[in-house]
């Protein structure tokens, strides 16, 4: 589940050898559109990203992808699944470069992490988490099969407006829905 083949991306795990694509990815205003607080301003707030999906990948045999096209190696972006709300759920990770949006690249990544999701840890929810005015990340949550579970503020976005969606694959604890809507 390392590295992984679909019909037209080559997904393999986020490394430090990817530093310089993922800060442009990150930092491109365009990718941030519904969050800009989001965009990354310095290389140092990428590599920790990178730090702590290779720790995914050490810990849990599951993270983040590098995901790239198969006919000609470019970049596409970065996604899958890694464990979140100490290892309670799946969490749902899909940001493509905006020269690459609208081919399905977020959904075949996030179904590739969801597939590996299920042969490790069936028992636990897949969730996505995210910002209702981003419609093509619902649209994306709904083509993975994952429903509304939640509608609440956005807590610490500097949008005092901003409503936070979560998505999931089943029906969640209360508890646990608590704790994701507190996130």
């Known amino acids: 589940m390392r590295e992984v083949t679909t019909d037209r991306l080559r997904l393999t795990p986020v490394s430090p050898s ?38 995914d990948w050490e810990r ?18 970065v ?3 890694r464990l979140v709300l100490d290892g309670q759920a799946w969490n749902t990770y899909y940001r493509v470069h905006p020269d690459q949006q609208g081919n399905g690249f977020a959904t075949a990544v996030a179904r590739a992490g969801h597939t590996a999701a299920a042969a490790l840890r069936p028992e636990l929810p897949v969730i996505a988490y995210l910002l209702e005015h981003n419609a093509a990340s ?19 976005n500097p949008d005092p407006d901003a409503v936070r969606l979560v998505y999931a694959d089943r029906p969640l604890d209360p508890e646990l829905l608590g704790r994701i809507a507190r996130r």
Not at 142 to 153: F, N, T
């Open 79 to 81: 996604g899958g699944v």
């Open 138 to 156: 619902r649209a994306t949550a709904e083509r993975l099969g994952l429903s509304p579970v939640w509608r609440g503020p956005d807590v610490g």
């Open 18 to 55: 990817d530093l310089d694509e993922l800060f442009a990815l990150h930092a491109d205003p365009r990718v941030w559109t519904h969050l800009p607080s989001g965009r990354h301003l310095d290389r140092e707030r990428t590599a920790r990203d990178i730090a702590a999906y290779q720790e």
């Open 60 to 77: 849990h045999g599951i993270g983040y992808w590098t995901a790239r096209r198969l006919d000609d190696g470019t970049l596409v972006g």
